[in-house]
């Protein structure tokens, strides 16, 4: 019913910037909070930051004032602006959002996820 596909991963010089995209379709009436979450080789899923449909955001400790996350409603879409990289930001982002499809029923998606490598 409802897809969200990553895009933008890849290898990247520690220091570099790198940008991701995410883009929700399907049966989508409205979208609340949208967010990335990643998992390192070996460590559990973490949160990297989310956003509210009215644009307030937070990120988890290690990716303030590095990372930036933005969204288009108008497209369904969420955007991750990575700067500063280190080698500890490899791994696999994944896009996540929390979808009204009717008035009674929605639920939390997640995409498949897009790798992100960081060199040293």
């Known amino acids: 019913q409802v897809q969200l596909v990553e895009s933008g991963g890849g290898l990247v010089q520690a220091g570099g910037s790198l940008g991701l995209s995410c883009a929700a379709s399907g049966s989508i009436f409205s979208i609340n909070a949208m967010g990335w979450y990643r998992q390192a080789p070996g460590k559990q899923r973490e949160l990297v930051a989310t956003?509210?449909?009215?644009?307030?955001?937070s990120y988890g400790d290690s990716m303030k004032c590095r990372f930036t996350i933005s969204r288009d409603n108008a497209k369904n879409m969420v955007y991750l602006q990575m700067n500063s990289l280190k080698p500890e930001d490899t791994a696999v982002y994944y896009c996540n959002a929390h979808v009204v499809i009717t008035a009674y029923y929605g639920g939390e998606y997640w995409g498949k996820g897009t790798l992100v490598t960081i060199s040293s």
């Open positions: 956003i509210t449909s009215g644009g307030s955001t």
